[in-house]
């Protein structure tokens, strides 16, 4: 088992080899076919878990990180890569793909407003969208609404180049699924943040009621911050009593971190979502990393 976590996200490496690698000694090729793959792709890079079905238990992760000097991202470049170097990829069978992507391109419809058929509509009538570009619904059932989310219609036919009839989800869901399962056993109003790259997700409850969720472009930690306290402030909330949890590329030596601690008092760092088990190997990874993969296991059907 090869572990490393130490500055991963802050210090991206351009090899070809994944920057993580956790397996699992149990798992033969044999008992691989009962797994599913989970894939999520974000700006970061690409995430990729072995979960046994039987046992809902994780037992393999890679993490290939994307080249940090390139302006702009070519998921057919980096998703090509993936496949010819990825162990997991390369050595395992698998019964079903689940892919998570990453898309600045989304929005929430409620349940009552939602009609089949008119998801362009809905994504065109609150944001500028790209002609080659792929919409996609998938429904929230705990909050009541769909995704609505548009993805380049190059990554998705790599995805299908690569993976045998892919489901395909936004991290909006993924994350929502997770939120949901802390939401409806408190009642209290609560802050979710997950960090990647320069980029935040951020997510408000309360009780089983969905208060916002939105995403947000950040060019450094201050701008973190201020996207923080103007949510505070929006919403009436009280930062020195709410109580926020902390997901993604953050870790409590981070400057972000110290930064959040002047303001917060009440941060905490997100678990790992259940009811999913996890492998010995993944202890020695910090629980609140790549939180939009392993919620992944709350959004199959």
Same mark, same amino acid.
């Given at each position: 088992? /090869? ?11 351009? /090899? ?5 690698? &956790? ?22 890079? &690409? ?6 079905? =039987? ?9 290939? !990180?994307?080249? !940090? ?18 162990? $997991? ?6 019964? =079903? ?30 944001? !500028? +969208? ?8 998938? !429904? ?7 995704? #609505?989310?548009?993805?380049? +219609? ?20 993924? *994350?929502?699924?997770? +939120? ?10 609560? $802050?979710?943040?997950? #960090? ?6 951020? &997510? ?5 009621? *969905? ?9 450094? &930690?201050?701008? +973190? ?19 926020? =949890? ?5 870790? =409590? ?5 110290? *930064?959040?601690?002047?303001? #917060? ?5 997100? $678990? ?30």
């Amino acid at each position: 088992m /090869n572990i490393t976590t130490e500055n991963i996200f802050r210090s991206r490496s351009t /090899n070809d080899s994944a920057s993580i690698f &956790i397996l699992d000694e149990s798992l033969e090729t044999h008992a691989a076919g009962r797994c599913d793959l989970l894939v999520s792709v974000e700006p970061g890079g &690409i995430q990729i878990a072995l979960k046994e079905r =039987k046992d809902n238990l994780f037992l393999a992760l890679e993490f290939f !990180p994307a080249d !940090p000097k390139r302006v702009e991202l070519q998921w057919t470049e980096l998703l090509e890569r993936v496949s010819a170097k990825s162990k $997991l990829l390369r050595t395992y069978e698998f019964s =079903k793909v689940i892919v998570n992507v990453h898309s600045p391109v989304y929005t929430l419809v409620p349940d009552g407003l939602f009609k089949k058929g008119d998801e362009q509509g809905y994504l065109q009538f609150n944001l !500028p +969208t790209d002609q080659d570009m792929s919409v996609y619904a998938s !429904p929230v059932p705990f909050f009541q609404l769909y995704s #609505i989310f548009g993805i380049p +219609t190059s990554l998705i036919t790599e995805l299908n180049h690569l993976f045998e009839d892919p489901e395909i989800v936004h991290h909006s869901k993924s *994350l929502l699924e997770s +939120t949901s399962m802390y939401a409806r056993n408190h009642d209290e109003r609560q $802050l979710f943040l997950n #960090i990647y790259g320069n980029s935040m997700d951020a &997510i408000v409850t309360e009780g089983k009621k *969905l208060i916002l969720m939105n995403s947000y472009s950040c060019n450094g &930690i201050e701008d +973190t911050l201020y996207y923080v306290l103007f949510l505070c402030e929006q919403l009436d909330m009280n930062p020195e009593e709410l109580q926020v =949890k902390l997901a993604g590329e953050i870790e =409590k030596e981070s400057a972000l971190y110290k *930064l959040l601690f002047r303001y #917060i008092r009440n941060l905490n760092f997100s $678990l790992r979502p259940g009811p999913a088990e996890y492998s010995y190997g993944f202890q020695e990874l910090p629980a609140q990393f790549f939180h939009p993969l392993f919620s992944l296991s709350l959004c199959e059907s």
